[in-house]
């Protein structure tokens, strides 16, 4: 299920890290010291890598899913141009 902003500004941090999907690989990194980071997981030659957008709120929602967006279609472009 997608976060919305009042879901976001409600997450308190735990004894230990949470992750809160968004869904296609963007979550919301909580850490025990209260900061909310923006982090994308995805998969390149094979391997799992972590891209992060930063903290939250500075990096509103929106924000965070257009830059996801836009990492996807770069990792897109490089995959094709990597088979060539």
């Known amino acids: 299920m997608p976060v919305n902003d009042t879901r ?5 941090p735990a004894q230990s890290a949470v992750k809160v999907s968004d869904g296609g690989g963007l979550h919301i ?3 025990p010291s209260g900061a909310k980071l ?11 890598k972590l ?11 929106a924000s965070a899913r257009r ?5 996807k279609i770069q990792l897109a472009a490089r995959s094709s141009w990597r088979k060539a």
Not at 38 to 48: I, K, M, P, S, V
Not at 51 to 59: A, K
Not at 67 to 71: F, K, L, M, S, V
């Open 38 to 48: 923006w982090r994308l997981a995805y998969r390149f030659d094979g391997r799992q």
């Open 51 to 61: 891209l992060s957008f930063g903290e939250y709120p500075r990096t509103s929602l």
């Open 67 to 71: 830059q996801q967006e836009d990492a």
């Open 8 to 12: 976001l500004r409600a997450l308190k």
């Open 29 to 31: 990194f909580v850490s």
